[in-house]
């Protein structure tokens, strides 16, 4: 499967979804194949991972999006909050989850929140919460603080 994936070849019915100009730009058509182009080719790890070895899962490093399409429907209820907590761990902060149609993190997790897109659902960990203050403000607040005796 790996050196299938690795190869980067695919045929006309993989991209019943794909948008032209796509492609046009990042394969090359050779007979009755299409070859992805090696500048791309180039920027992709293939390997196996078990997602239930958090110990290894740890080793990804932090992901700005992770693509889990049917894979969550293997495991059952504490298999997949488990998952899900190893992917919630690795995601940065106000990056996205992309699940397979059928799945969803109901009963499994609160820690996403779903965003509605045009033709599609994903799920967001927030974004860390930024306290902004303006240098200003702070030395009012010190101040009025200050002098309330506190
Ligand atoms: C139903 S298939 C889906 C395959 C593919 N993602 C798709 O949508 O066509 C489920 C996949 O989950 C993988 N899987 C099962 N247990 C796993 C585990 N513990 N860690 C990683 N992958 C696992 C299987 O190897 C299989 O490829």
New binding site residues.
């Given amino acids: ?1 790996l050196q299938h994936a690795r190869k980067g070849i695919y045929r006309k019915n993989s991209f019943r979804t794909t948008v032209e100009h796509y492609i046009e730009k990042y394969f090359t058509h050779e007979d009755n194949f299409y070859k992805i182009n090696d500048n791309v080719r180039r920027l992709v790890n293939f390997s196996c ?5 958090p110990f290894k899962v740890k080793f990804v490093g932090e992901m700005d999006v992770i693509l ?4 969550l ?3 059952d209820l504490e ?1 997949r909050k488990k ?1 899900i907590r190893g992917f919630h761990e690795r995601l940065t902060d106000g990056r996205y989850l992309l699940l ?1 149609h059928a799945e969803s993190l109901m009963n499994i997790s609160t820690a996403f929140t779903l965003k509605h897109f045009k033709h599609d659902m994903v799920y967001q960990k927030p974004p860390k919460l930024a306290v902004s203050m303006s240098s200003e403000s702070l030395v009012k607040m010190v101040w009025s603080t200050t002098r309330r005796g506190e």
């Fill in positions: 499967m991972l078990n997602l239930l070895d889990c399409r049917n894979v429907i293997c495991f298999a998952v397979g």
